[in-house]
């Protein structure tokens, strides 16, 4: 079982946990593999157009976001924990190899930064997932949310759960 160390604060994390019809290996490689990453990581009907993924402490995670109007919006980001199967926490306010991001970089990557923890439970054939993405402050946390965090989540959830429709 699962036993995580994020205790969320409701007045600076955002959550989203389900249970879903996807054995948790798949769902692992769905967040571990850039070619599945393109298929799902970004709600329709944007794209995601490029993914690398480094899968160690320190490595690069990142993605490009397209818009419906051709406008890509590149995503790095770093690896802080992996737990192979279990867990993947990383980073939007650091870059690859630890290296935080000088004062410009930070206002010109994305409107604002979080650190991101993606925790999978087994449960036989289904999975427990629980993204909990932590801010730095109220304001942040209100301006994802409002930017539509839950149902922008929860649909990138679906088309993940979408690529293993018979697992």
């Known amino acids: 079982m699962n036993q ?3 205790k969320p604060d409701p007045k600076l994390d955002l959550v989203l946990e389900r249970v879903v019809d996807v054995r948790s290996e798949l769902v692992w490689a769905a967040w571990t593999q850039p070619e599945h990453l ?3 990581f970004t709600p329709a ?6 993914s690398e993924v480094d899968l160690r402490p320190g490595g690069i995670f990142h993605n490009v976001m397209r818009s419906p109007e ?3 919006f590149p995503n790095t980001g ?3 924990e992996i737990i192979p199967g279990r867990k993947l926490v990383w980073t939007t306010v650091l870059l690859p190899g630890y290296r935080p991001r000088s004062a410009d970089l930070v206002k010109q990557a994305a409107p604002f930064h979080f650190t991101a923890v993606i925790e999978l439970e087994p449960q036989g054939k289904r999975t427990k997932y629980t993204a909990t993405v932590i801010h730095a402050d109220e304001d942040t946390r209100r301006k994802h949310e409002e930017m539509g965090f839950h149902n922008g989540w929860a649909a990138a959830l679906d088309q993940l759960v979408a690529l293993f429709p018979n697992s």
């Open 70 to 72: 051709g406008e890509d």
């Open 45 to 50: 009907p944007w794209s995601t157009v490029a």
């Open 4 to 6: 995580s160390v994020i």
């Open 78 to 80: 770093c690896f802080l």
């Open 38 to 40: 393109k298929q799902w």
